[in-house]
């Protein structure tokens, strides 16, 4: 059926009367000025929704400066029957190009976020100076022991002095380390940034031959090897970062907070095996026996530490395993010095007896 409209050709303000008729998946209109001329339905969409009394206004996606102008509310009623995309709002071909979108969006932020989570921070890791290593490391060290008493002794620093000297027979490139005991009722060794290595009484007093204490602090010299400390702290700010973006906080102090202290201490698998493999290789070319931290660990799992009487801090740490995943599928690569390889003590006897009592009153 042909019905009167009027149409305006986007080049003039004057309109053009028309006849307008449908065929079947187009609209054919021309008026005394103009041409004859086909609009595909499938192209067309209102300028406005359709509404009773109301004109019902048409562009076309090929000539988005012109429109239709119609006023017969029959014709408009079967037209939109068989378009239903003119009834206006979303379609579901709307929602799912937003929703396609969308989750394009996410799964670019997840990219992005996993290559600056993932793959940047060992890479910022060596390239930051030393005075921020330096100065962060001890800002986490005195949140982590919140004011216990550091343990020491002259005999008990000599001791543990020489044990790292023992190690570092086993690694020229050992690289700078500061180690204090602490006395907290804890069984823990943490490595924080700068160097600085943490071990508490709990661990010393539990462990009963020196080569089980060199096992665990070789392990912890090897975080420090591979910047895994200052990889972590990046990693977190990273995540502190885009949180505030997200979210308009602060996200707290890094170096203070006791769980954010948890998390930059509690490594991935991969940078725990990384450990694994220093202290193994360490010991081993020290000919200090690796079967001591073998050992050690194997306790240690029966233990599980005592958390009695700890500040806050520690108990958010927790005991060794809980920062040190995976221990017994470790354990297992544990193997003793190779055939005719003559041990080495990781401490004489009198320097193991000074280290036991570094915490004695």
Known sequence: MAVSANYFDGQSAKDHPVTLDMNGTDLLFSGTDVSPTRWSLNGLYPLDPPSPGQPFRLTHV?????????????????????????????????????????????????????????????????????????RVGRQMETAVVEGARI?????????????????????????PISVHIYDVPILNAFAVAGGNIIMTRELIEKADAPEEVAGVLAHEIGHVYHLHPEAQLVR??????????????????????????????????????????????????????????????????????????????????????????????????ITPLPAGQVAVPALTPDEWQALKTICVR
């Open 236 to 333: 977190l700010t990273g995540m502190q970062v885009l949180a505030s973006i997200f979210t308009g906080s602060n996200g707290g102090n890094t170096t203070t907070n006791a769980a954010l202290l948890a998390t930059i201490l509690t490594y991935s698998r991969s940078a725990e095996a990384e450990a694994d493999a220093y202290a193994r290789e360490t010991m081993v070319k020290a000919s200090i026996d690796p079967m001591g931290l073998k050992v050690f660990f194997e306790k240690i799992l029966k233990i599980q530490g005592d958390m009695k009487g700890s500040s806050s801090t520690f108990k958010a740490l927790g005991n060794l395993f809980s920062t040190h995943p995976g221990t017994e599928e470790r354990i297992k690569e």
């Open 62 to 134: 090929e000539r988005p400066g012109a429109r239709l102008i119609l006023r017969d509310e029959a014709f408009i009623k079967t037209l939109v029957a068989s378009s239903s995309h003119l009834k206006g709002g979303y379609s579901w071909a709307d929602i799912s190009h937003v929703f396609g979108w969308i989750i394009g969006g996410l799964v670019a932020v997840a990219t992005i976020t996993y290559i600056c989570m993932a793959l940047l921070p060992d890479r910022i890791a060596k390239i930051l100076p030393n005075d921020w290593r330096n």
């Open 151 to 175: 343990c020491s002794t002259p005999k008990g620093d000599a001791a543990l002095s020489t044990m790292i000297d023992n190690l570092a027979q086993g690694a020229p490139d050992m690289p």
